[in-house]
Every structure is written in structure tokens, then in C-alpha cells.
């Protein structure tokens, strides 16, 4: 079993910043693809980035490109997600993921092909 943890969410002003980060333990493999999904109240859940076990690979959702940036430690079982230039849109709650391999770009915006799944970390940003 694999345990993914959130932290870092909180309230801020629109154009603001905020860094989440997810931690991975347990029965863990080599670099592991990880990544973000989020999900507002009434909405479904969207893919927000994804970062492949190496690092080499990224995809984001086209409604954070250039604002957020997914990267990674893996020396701490850690993911992290930057992100920039807030607005009431990214209002949300952001569940860290993870799953063994990265994800074909058909399947890659499907949260079901993701094995592991963090709690949350609500982010809200005032305007």
C-alpha cells in the first residue's frame, strides 16, 4: 500500500502564490509517475499536471499552463506544485496522485488511471 499526503493549501489573494506538496510512503517503486488533480464544489475532478518518475516528462491542463510548475524530489518521495498568478478559478480542492508508470495521453486526464490518491489540500483564492 502507498501513502500520498497533501500540505501547503490555504486561502490567498488573487494574483497571488502558493506551493502544495505531496509526499509519498509506504510500499513505494522507483519513481513513480505522480501528479495533481483538483476538484471545486458542484464541479468534477480535473487533471492539473502530472510528472513522470524521471522528471523528463510534464503535461498540464491548459488552464494552468504557464502559471503552474510540477516538479519533484526523489530522494524525498516528493512532488510539488507552484503555482503563480492565482484567481478565484483555482479555487479548489487539490488531490495528489500516483501510480507506478506514466500515463498514455489518451488515459492521462482519467483520475481512475491513477492507483493512489491523496486526502486534499484546499487552496482558495479571494478576489
Known amino acids: 500500500q502507498v501513502e500520498v499526503v497533501e500540505s501547503g493549501g490555504g486561502l490567498v489573494q488573487a494574483g497571488g502564490s502558493l506551493r502544495l506538496s505531496c509526499a509519498a510512503s509506504?510500499?513505494?517503486?522507483?519513481?513513480?509517475?505522480m501528479g495533481w488533480f483538483r476538484q471545486a464544489p458542484g464541479k468534477e475532478r480535473l487533471f492539473v499536471a502530472a510528472i513522470s518518475g524521471g522528471g523528463t516528462l510534464t503535461d498540464y491542463a491548459d488552464s494552468v499552463k504557464g502559471r503552474f510548475t510540477i516538479s519533484r524530489d526523489n530522494a524525498k518521495n516528493t512532488v510539488y506544485l507552484q503555482m503563480n498568478g492565482l484567481n478565484a478559478e483555482d479555487t479548489a480542492n487539490y488531490y495528489c496522485?500516483?501510480?507506478?508508470?506514466?500515463?498514455?495521453?489518451?488515459?492521462?486526464?482519467?483520475?481512475?488511471?491513477?492507483?493512489?490518491w491523496g486526502q486534499g489540500t484546499q487552496v482558495t483564492v479571494s478576489s
Open positions: 509506504g510500499r513505494t517503486v522507483h519513481e513513480p509517475t
Open positions: 496522485v500516483y501510480r507506478s508508470s506514466w500515463v498514455p495521453a489518451s488515459r492521462r486526464y482519467n483520475w481512475s488511471e491513477y492507483a493512489y
